[in-house]
């Protein structure tokens, strides 16, 4: 609200028959004040308790949506966690643990070794012994849930440790390192409320070979990784298992 005396020059107030009041163009009851307009003593801008009713979002209106993220930010990171299980279970030649990341009808296009889960995991077990190591690093994973399907786009590097011709393998020297930049291209199902793939197709993007100089082979003090229950990982999975009562 704005006030200000409304000033009128000394011959108009004679005329009128004002007397001069405490300041300046006071009036006969004091200075006279007009609302701006947009001002809460303005009767156009008072909020109504209509109109307080409408903008105010209804309790339903809150939730439901907080309610469809969190679904979805759990099945991203369920989604997620299969595909790190996966990679654990490859490296580790784990194949229990890779089957478990498929849906029992599910398809893999993995290139040479492509089929039903079955056939994958026959094809996984007699390829992936000639090498003396394996890591599958995910990076990037683009997850967009749908319902119970989603679709899934994991980058990944896959390093293979090609064991050297000499005695102790690569700690000959001559072994190498065959590198491959790829792209997980999935389709997930969630059925009975589990998430799981259900077709799988591994798109090649690079692939490089590197030699393994004398000196950077898996010798030397400290815990290398084994490819087989004897791993590091397991006997403190065992540990931390809950005793049997």
């Not at 786009?153 to 700690?171: I, L, M, N, S």
């Not at 000196?215 to 006997?235: A, F, I, K, N, Q």
Request: glycine share 10%; aromatic share 8%; net charge positive.
């Amino acid at each position: 609200m704005s006030c200000w005396p409304r000033r009128s020059s000394p011959a108009s107030r004679a005329r009128r028959g004002e007397r001069r009041g405490p300041w300046p163009g006071a009036g006969p009851t004091g200075p006279r004040c007009w609302a701006a307009p947009g001002t809460p003593s303005s009767p156009r801008s008072r909020p109504t308790a209509t109109a307080d009713r409408r903008r105010a979002p209804a309790h339903g209106s809150r939730t439901a949506p907080m309610a469809v993220t969190l679904d979805i930010l759990l099945a991203r990171a369920e989604i997620a966690d299969v595909l790190h299980r996966y990679a654990r279970g490859i490296d580790r030649m784990d194949f229990d643990l890779v089957r478990s990341c498929y849906h029992p009808d599910a398809f893999d296009d993995h290139g040479a070794l492509s089929g039903d889960v079955d056939t994958f995991i026959a094809g996984a077990r007699s390829f992936l012994p000639r090498f003396v190591a394996t890591m599958h690093f995910l990076g990037n994973m683009h997850i967009e849930v749908d319902g119970e399907a989603a679709r899934a786009e994991t980058y990944a590097v896959a390093y293979h440790r090609v064991a050297g011709q000499g005695e102790g393998g690569d700690a000959a020297g001559d072994g190498k390192d065959d590198i491959w930049g790829i792209r997980y291209v999935d389709r997930f199902e969630r059925r009975d409320g589990e998430w799981r793939i259900a077709h799988r197709v591994v798109a090649q993007e690079w692939r490089r070979v590197d030699p393994v100089p004398a000196g950077r082979e898996r010798t030397g003090p400290g815990v290398w990784g084994r490819r087989d229950p004897g791993d590091v990982l397991y006997s403190i999975l065992e540990a931390q298992a809950p005793a049997s009562r």
